[in-house]
């Protein structure tokens, strides 16, 4: 489904604002890993964001994704009090784990196997 424009400007809007709070509350370097932002998409009545993370170096995604989680109302009390004159109302915030760069990892590990058996199976015939 596309996304209408005041879609588009919410989200660009609260990914900026989101990026900067989790900067200022330490929560973009966790464990000598790095949590960064990857996307936000906000439904078409604008009440609810879905954020994707991206863990780089992560041993525990998802116990880090509970520990952001936990800081939900820490970072939705900052981020009401930064984009109070831009929306009517805050969405609602979940959190997602983006896996989009294991998915291409996966992906190219496939094609490399595929072109080792492709150049085995020239070799013996």
Do not use: C
Request: hydrophobic share 40%; aromatic share 8%; charged share 30%.
């Amino acid at each position: 489904m596309l996304e209408g424009k005041r879609q588009k400007q919410v989200a660009a809007v609260l990914e900026k604002e989101l990026n900067d709070i989790f900067q200022r509350m330490g929560l973009s370097m966790i464990n000598g890993g790095m949590v960064s932002i990857a996307s936000v998409k906000i439904t078409p009545d604008l009440f609810d964001a879905r954020i994707y993370l991206s863990f780089f170096k992560i041993t525990d995604p998802v116990g880090t994704l509970n520990f952001i989680q936990e800081k939900n109302w820490e970072i939705k009390k900052e981020l009401t009090a930064r984009v109070r004159h831009q929306l009517r109302s805050m969405p609602q915030l979940t959190y997602y784990i983006d896996d989009t760069l294991e998915y291409v990892d996966k992906i190219e590990q496939l094609f490399k196997d595929i072109k080792k058996q492709d150049e085995q199976k020239d070799g013996t015939a």
